[in-house]
Structure formats: C-alpha cells, structure tokens
C-alpha cells in the first residue's frame, strides 16, 4: 500500500494505531477514527481538555436516540431528525500550582505549553491513549507529564472511563483537576448543517451525590461528593437522558481531602463539575479517575435514567476492574470476529472491524435501532439507516446472527410506516424509506446544499426505492446463513412479502416493448435524479432496480410456497393476499424491462441519449472530481446530461450476485449474460463513475476480482484506505463510513473465497488476489460456531469445531467433500482438476477416538 496514500502522523501495528503530535488540521478526523463505542453508545476521540472549536468535535451518541427539528433555509420551513450529540461526559481540564508559585493557565494540546503529544487506538483493548507533555511554572526545566487511558465498556454497556494520570518532573506542589458533565452541546459536527436547527437538548438538571427524589443536592453533602450529574431530555422526541460521573483520585476512597486532596462540585443550570486539587511531590505521579453512566429512557429494566445512572457509577468498580473486565468482553468479540489478513491491508482490516464492532455489537442486539451510514462517529447523514447495511449484514450474519437479527427487527417493526409510505404514494406492498430514522418515515431531506454553489437544492434521493430490495435480500442472506426459519417464516416471510408487493404494483405493463417496467426512480448512482431538462424527478427502468425486483419477486413467490401451510394461511389472510397474487409476481419476475445501448446493459432506460462527459478536462481542471454533481452545477450546468455516475449501479449486481446467479437471473429476464458481455458492461462503466461514493470503489474491486483480477486491487487499496487517509477530503471527520468499512471485511470474506453459506453447505469459489491470497477467516455457519477457511495459493483449509453438530458439506466447483466437527480438511482449488481432500482429527484431550465415521482417506493436515 503507497504510504503517501495514508495519514502522515500515524504509525499502525498489528492492533495499535498511534498519531504522533497535535495536528489541528487533522483532528477531527482523527476523532472520528479513535471513536470508541460499544453498539448502545460511542464517543468520539475528542481531547478532554477542550470544547468543540473548529479543530474539536466532541460527540456522544446513543444507538437509536433521534429528535426532529425544524428550520428555515432557502426561504423554506424544512424538518430533520438527527441522531442526537449527547451532552460530553469527556471533559477534563487540568493546570498546576509549583510550590511557592501562581496557578498556571488550563493545559491544552492546542496551548503553547505543549512540547510533546501522541495518541495511541488499542484495537486489541478498546482504549485509546492519550500522551501529553507540558512545559510548566516560572523558570525552565519544569514539566507536566500526562497520560489518558480512555474506554466505553464492551461488557457493562452503559459505563465508560478514563484514567488521567500527572507526572510532576523537576518540580513539586499542586495539580488542579477540573472533571465535568458538559449538557451544553449542540448538533456542530459538519459545516453543510450550519444553517439547520442544532440545539436538541432541553430541561437540563444537574445536581451531585445520589439523586434521591431526582433533585440536586446542595450544602456540605454535595461539596463532599465524589459523584455529579446531569438530565436533560430530547426536544420533540423527548427521551430522557441521564449521566453521573464519579471523578476521584486513584487508590483513593471516601473523602479526598484525608488524603491531602481537595474535592469541590459546581452545578450550574447544563454542567456539572467537580474540581480536585491534588498535592504531587517531584518525580511523583498521581491518577485521577471519571467513571461515568449513561441511561435514556429507552433502556428497559431502570425505574428512570437518572437514578439508573447514579446508581451504575456508585456500584462501578475502580478503573484497574473496569479496564480488566472490559478487555475480557473485547477478548470474546474477537474470538466471534477472526479475520487474519497479512500485511498492511490487514491492519487496516482490523480498524474496520473493531469500527464495525464498536457500533453494532452483541448490545445492540437489545436495542431498537439500524445501522448508521456513518457510525455512531459522527453526525453526517444524521445518524440515519440507508441501504447500507446491504454491505454490513452479510458480515454480521456470519458472525453475529443475533446482531443481523436485530437490525431486521429494526425494519420489521417500522414495516407498517413503510406499508403507510407505498399506501400514500397509491402503491401496494412496502414502501422502505431512502433514510430512516426513529418511526421509519422518510427523512431524506427535501434540500441540499451544494457547497461549492451556496445553493440550496431539491434532492430526490428518496426516489431509491431499490432500498426496498437491499432490505428483503438481507432477510434472505440472513436466513440462508444462520437457518432461522423461525424468523424466516415469521417476521422474515411477513417483510419480504410486502417489499414484493410494492414491486409488483409498481411494475406497469408496456404493450409497446411488452415488458413491465418500473417507471420514476433513482439508482444507487445517486447523480442521475431525472431527465435532462425534465421538470419531473425519477428515471425509468433503472437496471438495478429492476433486476433486483425480479429477484425479490421470485424469492416471494418460493417462500410463499415453502411456508407450512398453516403458516401461509395464517400470513397470506392478514396480509390480504389473493393467493392469484403469487402467480402475477412470477410473471412479472420474468419479463421486467431491461434496457441495452451498444451492446451493453443501460443503466436506465435513456441513458443512451446523454452526452459524454469531457473526463480529462473536468480532471485537469478540478483534480478530485469525485462530487462532479456539485461541480456542474455550480457550472451552471448538470451531472444529469451526462453519461457519468457517482457510484457502481449496474456493476452492484456483480456484488450482490455471483455470476452464477446473475447470469441465471438475466436468463429468466430473457437475456444472456455472459463472462464477455458482462467483461463489457464493466469496461464500459468504470471509466464514466467517479466513484464519489466510498462505495463505489469496494463495489468495483467486487466485480473486478471476478471479472478481471489485475484491476481488482487498485479499487480495493481505495476501498481499504478510504477513511483513513480520508480520501473524499474531510469526510471521514464527520464520521465513518461503515458500509465501505463492513465491506471491505464481508470483500475477503466472501468475495475473495467466492463463499456462499446456503442450507446445504458452504460453497466456495476463491479468487485470491495476489495482494490478498493468503488469509484466514472465522466464521459461524449455523450452529457450527467457529469454522476456520484458510486460504493459500492452491488450496483452501476448512476446520470444523468439535460438536455434535452434523458435518459441514463444502463444495468447491465440481467437486463436493464433507468436513465433520472437530476435523480440518485441506482441499485443493480448481485448476488442477477435482478437489482432493486431505483429512486430520483434531481429538480435544479426554475425547474419544472414532466417535464419527471417518472422513475419506488422505494424508494429515499440515498446517
Ligand atoms: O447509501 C449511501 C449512498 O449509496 C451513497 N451516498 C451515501 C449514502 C449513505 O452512506
């Protein structure tokens, strides 16, 4: 991997990111990449010292915790939801008082006292360490050595903390610790949502000790205190939010003053704060440490969020415990998440898979809510849930089916305001929202601001109703993967159904081409909203919307038929199905309109008329010409005269179908697709995307690995460093991008072993690249939890854990062979003919030889 293509100040280890010096300029980004989270909330990697300002971006979210504001731009009342920033449970500010001398000024990583500082992500932890070193007091020599250790607990979901420890070097006397709950916060973190309504909190509280009766204690108890608060709640969705922390000196229990050490608590009407004043001889190092709780009345199981949380940081342990406990929770999650990738690229593998882990957790199996375009790393895209989790769930679903589970009971319980939605909209069926977020409503917003014009813009990027089909293919994936027929024929049957439905009213019947088409969208591209000059948004026939429909139709009509038949009555009656129905998605499932110009697939019906784009001026002229929408149209010109795409469309359907399937899906549609044809397609694409969606690049190294594997890697070194060098320019800072992140996991987990977890078996068609062709992936196939794929050159090694589970079918091409628990198979790749299989019982100690059948004969495993 180029290093110029990474950020400079960094260094990363198998498990360790560390950023050496304060870099103002790359702050924010390097707050949102040192985020740390459990899946119930997530804190940015903000310094302690400071507040927001234009190098800070403190922010706190909690999985689901929305509200809904309304504002005037462009002359226009407009209304968004946006995940809320959370009052800052991070602040922590510090100075120190030599012997003999005044307090000196608050120390920050900004200030000029600052001579030395780096930070360091442990991966392995879940901590993110802080290193500061200041100079300090009259006359030189003298020294303030700081060290954070920062955590938000994996295993005891609602706590977080930090260890702040000061060394005094050449000097002795006082260091003054100021710890805070900060409830004056707002929505700031991305520079486009100036002008929008940011101010989400209201009725703040603050108050110290228990909150007994909720009130806040005053006098001699509250100044005694080693534990403050504060409670505010959401302005519209009102969900009532609580934090206690409890800030004490290490080591120290009960009164810090018996201890040498002062304690006081100020409460002002939205912050909380508690001041330690500590003595330090020369040489000395004291520890100070903020043990905070936090609770929304969306928890289940608490009487309120305030006594909740006070109550959490009271039975909290001291930090030593915490930190213990926590990296035992962080050792579990890696166990469930094995992915050994050698190199650089694996390195940056495991960023994006502690990211991932970091917002969708075993946690957020409790919870009600999606998964976040952008983490819970920040507030682009407000928090909202798009068709990203296209690229989250196949991962998950090999690792954390419950999680998956979840995240589809996220959709299933906002199924009738999708049902609401395709009503409104004269449609039958589901009608799934571009951006979700707390009901299931579209909250795609209605104006955009573009930039690089001032201008405020309509935006129709609710037209994606192909949404829709990334929500039923996950139904299925999920299914196929864990064998929850249970949710497959409850929740999963119920979903899918609708989402065809929708399709199938959709679908309008052209007796002229004598086709169905789907008339009035847009496609993942996202550039394209309309016809050139057209007063009227949408898009006929969008390729991927139509070849995904025919899909979803097709499955419908399958599961329809596989329900029990008690089951099927039961659902097709209080869906008011005509049981004709079935038969009507069928046909139109064969004979959706797909349009073609010179011989290749089009991407929308029409998409041959428009012009082609001058590329290498719009390069020359502009260099990273990855939002050529905002360009042209500051030109006063538009992306949609163009043939130019911001993102893979057509090409999706090289990642979500392997060729296989694809090419059987296109025949059923009445089209060959063919290696060469669809070789074509690619070369036509790729040179007219520019690729302005970090998706576009893991899509493209997707097919390109089938389809020509020598391209394959420079779109998957784009994909892999997409965030960290942050390469769509200051993106990243605004939070992550966890599709692009996921995907690059479920790419050398599925698409370079060529996996497929199906009921009968694991299918597996590797194509390696040579800068990624020798790997290891664990993953959960059903109820066999830890399968181990090991890929090399020539061969790929399949383990399967001891159990009393049934063994594992794995087919490779032609060839098939049976790996049962508690063996490991190697078994050579196509190339050199039939796959051979090379069997070695792993015995665990104490068990007994031959309880199965052995497999058939070969040499022993020699890994
Ligand atoms: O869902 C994506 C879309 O495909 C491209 N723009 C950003 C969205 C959220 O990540």
Known sequence: MSPARTDEGRTAHAWTWTYDGFDPERERLREALCTLGNGYFATRGAASETSEGPSHSPGTYAAGCYNRLTSSVAGRRVENEDMVNLPNWLPLRYRVRPEGQRPGPWLSPGGPELVEHGQTLDLRHGTLTRRSL???????????????????????????????????????????????????????????????????????????????????????????????????????SHIRIALAARTRVAGLHGTASRHGAASRTRLTDRQAVQTLTIPVASGGTVSVDKTVALYTS??????????????????????????????????????????????????????????????????????????PARGLHGEAYRGHVFWDELFVLPYLNLHFPEVSRALLRYRYRRLPAACRAARDAGRAGAMYPWQSGSDGREESQELHLNPRSGRWLPDHSRLQHHVGSAVAYNVWQYAEASGDTEYLYGEGAETLIQIARFWADSAVWDPSLERY??????????????????????????????????????????????????????????????????????????????????????????????????WDRYRKQYGDIRRLDRILEAEGDSVNRYKASKQADVLMLGHLFPPRELAGLFRQLGHRLDDESWRATIDYYLPRTSHGSTLSALVSAWVLARARRDEAWAYAE??????????????????????????????????????????????????????????????????????????????????????????????????????????????????????????????????????????????SDTD
């Not at 993942?524 to 969008?542: A, K």
């Not at 995904?548 to 039961?570: D, M, N, S």
């Not at 599925?750 to 977890?757: D, K």
């Not at 020798?774 to 959960?780: C, E, H």
């Open 718 to 859: 784009e994909a892999l460093v997409g965030d960290v060098a942050d390469i769509q320019g200051g993106t990243t800072a605004e939070g992550i991008h966890l599709g692009a992140m996921a995907g690059t996991l479920d790419f050398v987990q599925r698409c370079l072993t060529g996996l497929e977890a199906r009921g009968d078996g694991l299918r597996l068609d590797p194509a390696p690249l040579p800068q990624l062709s020798k790997f290891r992936v664990g993953i959960r196939y059903r109820h066999h939890w830890d399968v181990d794929l090991r890929i090399r050159a020539q061969r790929i090694r399949v383990a399967v854990p001891e159990s009393a589970e049934d063994p594992v079918r794995v087919v490779i091409g032609d060839s098939e062979s049976t790996v049962p628990p508690g063996t490991a198979r190697w078994l050579d790749l196509p190339g050199d003919g039939v796959s051979r299989a090379r069997v070695r019982r792993r015995r665990p100690p104490g068990r007994p030889r031959d309880r199965r059948a052995p497999g058939p004969p070969g040499s």
């Open 298 to 371: 969306h928890d289940p199981a608490i009487s309120g969020p305030l006594t909740a949380a006070t109550e959490a940081v009271r039975r909290a342990p001291d930090f030593p415990r915490l930190l213990a406990s926590h990296q035992r929770a962080w050792e579990r999650i890696w166990r469930r998440a094995a992915l050994d990738v050698p190199g650089e690229s694996g390195t940056i593998l495991r960023l994006h898979l502690f990211h991932v882990l970091q917002t969708l957790s075993p946690h957020t199996a409790g919870l009600d809510a999606g998964v």
């Open 134 to 236: 200041y100079a300090v007091g009259e006359g030189g020599g003298r020294r303030l050595r700081v060290e954070q250790r920062r955590l938000v607990h994996m295993g005891e979901p609602h706590l977080a903390a930090q260890r702040t420890s000061f060394t005094a070097e050449g000097w002795a006397g006082e260091v003054e610790v100021e710890a805070a709950i900060d409830g004056d916060v707002r929505n700031t973190g991305v520079e486009r949502y100036a002008d929008l309504a940011n101010l989400h909190l209201t009725r703040w509280r603050t108050g110290a000790g228990a909150a007994a009766g909720g009130g806040a204690s005053t006098g001699s108890a509250a100044a005694r205190s080693d534990t403050v608060w504060l409670s505010c709640r959401t302005l519209s």
């Open 517 to 614: 088409r789907v008339r009035g969208v847009v496609g993942p591209d996202e550039y394209h909203d309309g016809y050139p000059d057209s007063s009227v948004p949408g898009l006929d026939d969008n390729t991927y919307t139509n070849v995904t429909a025919a899909w979803v139709l097709t499955r419908a009509r399958e599961l329809g038929r596989a329900l029990p038949p008690a089951r099927r009555r039961e659902l097709f009656e209080r869906l008011g199905l005509d049981p004709a129905e079935p038969d009507r998605w069928d046909d139109i499932a064969h004979r959706l309109h797909v349009p073609y110009h010179d011989g290749v697939i089009s991407q929308f019906d029409g998409y041959a008329d428009l012009g082609e784009l001058d």
